[in-house]
């Protein structure tokens, strides 16, 4: 810091420019002693900048980046903000990695350790078990070190600001995660951190957890893009082959995940992966707790999958392959909880709308679950509920991002 000082016009008076000064760079976070001269001549010139007292001054040009710049670059690294950042072959490149490593961990191989010698800062503004653990376990199980900030450790934009936290982070960790309220910090977190910033989840979107829920619906259905193979011989009739497109490959293409209950974030990362991945979805939700309409919009407008919002739940769930849901009330919004209780009454997932569903439906959730409330008991507990394997793929999605993210 002394060095640091020593540099700075307002504290010296140097005659040159604020520009000269920036252009004054080390390699660096600090500087050396060694380099300092004992004495100095009063009128030396040191590259173009006159020095009108006795200061110790380094013999040779200095890169100082740290204490002048703002933003730092990023290079080689890769933020994981917002599914729609990346185009459908990386995701789908993701998910076949998380199987890859998934597989690799089941089988009680320990030898594959990407992540030895690396830290990660997970910040919680909103505390989660499963997100801590499976960041956390996932990390380790890769050699890396995780370390917990919870929300009395760090709270940003109240006792320190972002940016000072994003960039004192980035020198000690290669990679940090955050689970927080306002969307806004995410982003002012990635744009002033030096290393990759992973969306843990916010008020806005939970990219990780889509990711997973992709991760099982492959799992168990086989795909989660929603095309076909046209099998096509060219020896058919022309006719045939017509009959084939609109009736066949039309009818069989898409995979419907159809989410019933709040258009909160995980509906809007849902909104976002199929911005990117052709298959189908249906958000039915009451009136008024529609999902955010840009992001509705945005995911029409991409043109890749097909997208509804309805407010009848008996018909949306027709034919779905997946049927989804989740709490009525978010944290933050346990005030409305009584009050949602009472609007949602028709959005819970019973055995009953399974049915109209039908016996192909699987029942997702992304936890935790208020039984009894959007999901009974008997749906939670059915055979057809892949809600546990798709707790646990958790882990595998976020292993296979934050290798994505390493460049690893």
């Known amino acids: 810091m002394a060095a640091y000082a020593a540099l700075m016009p307002t504290k010296l008076g140097l005659e040159g420019s604020h520009d000269q000064i920036h252009r004054l760079r080390t390699t660096t976070s600090c500087m050396n002693v060694d380099n300092l001269r004992k004495d100095f ?5 040191v590259d173009r900048l006159k020095v009108k007292g006795p200061v110790k001054m380094p013999t040779r040009v200095l890169n100082i980046r740290s204490a002048l710049s703002f933003v730092e670059e990023k290079t080689g690294f890769k933020d994981f903000l917002h599914i729609n950042d990346f185009d459908k072959g990386t995701i789908l490149k993701i998910l076949d990695r998380a199987k890859e490593v998934k597989a690799l961990l089941k089988s009680g191989e320990r030898t594959y350790l990407p992540f030895k010698g690396k830290t990660m800062a997970m910040i919680f503004a909103k505390p989660s078990m499963r997100t801590r653990v499976s960041f956390e376990t996932g990390f380790f199980l890769l050699g890396g070190h995780a370390i917990y900030l ?3 450790d760090i709270e940003m934009g109240k006792r320190e600001e972002t940016r000072d936290v ?7 960790n290669d990679i940090i995660m955050a689970r927080l309220f306002a969307h806004q910090d995410l982003l002012d977190l990635a744009k002033y951190a030096s290393i990759p910033v992973i969306n843990g989840l916010t008020d806005y979107n939970h990219p990780c957890q889509i990711m997973a829920d992709a991760l099982t619906i492959i799992e168990h259905i086989g795909r989660i893009e929603g095309t076909k193979v046209l099998p096509l011989d060219l020896k058919l009739h022309w006719a045939r082959l017509v009959w084939f497109y609109f009736v066949y490959f039309d009818t069989m293409m898409e995979i419907q995940v159809v989410y019933v209950g709040d258009g909160n974030n995980i509906v809007h990362s849902w909104l976002l992966l199929a911005s990117v991945i052709p298959f189908h979805f249906v958000c039915a939700c009451p009136k008024g707790f529609e999902p955010d309409a840009k992001t509705v919009e945005k995911a029409q407008q991409a043109g890749v999958g097909k997208i509804e919002i309805t ?8 034919g779905a392959d997946v049927v989804y849901s989740d709490v009525w009330a978010s944290m933050g919004q346990k005030e409305e ?8 009454q028709e959005y819970q997932v019973d055995k009953e709308l399974m049915k109209i569903a039908g016996p192909q439906a699987y029942f997702m959730h992304c936890l935790p679950a208020e039984r009894g409330v959007e999901v009974t008991n008997e749906v939670i507990e059915a055979p057809n509920s892949i809600v546990f394997p798709q707790a646990e793929n958790r882990m595998h999605a976020q292993n ?4 994505h993210s390493l460049g690893l």
């Open 166 to 172: 994003a960039r004192v982070l980035s020198r000690y």
């Open 311 to 318: 407010n009848d739940a008996k018909e949306a769930v027709k």
């Open 150 to 152: 919870g929300p009395k």
């Open 400 to 403: 296979a991002i934050m290798l």
């Open 337 to 344: 909880a009584a009050y949602r209780r009472q609007v949602f």
């Open 41 to 45: 001549v009063r009128g030396a010139k």
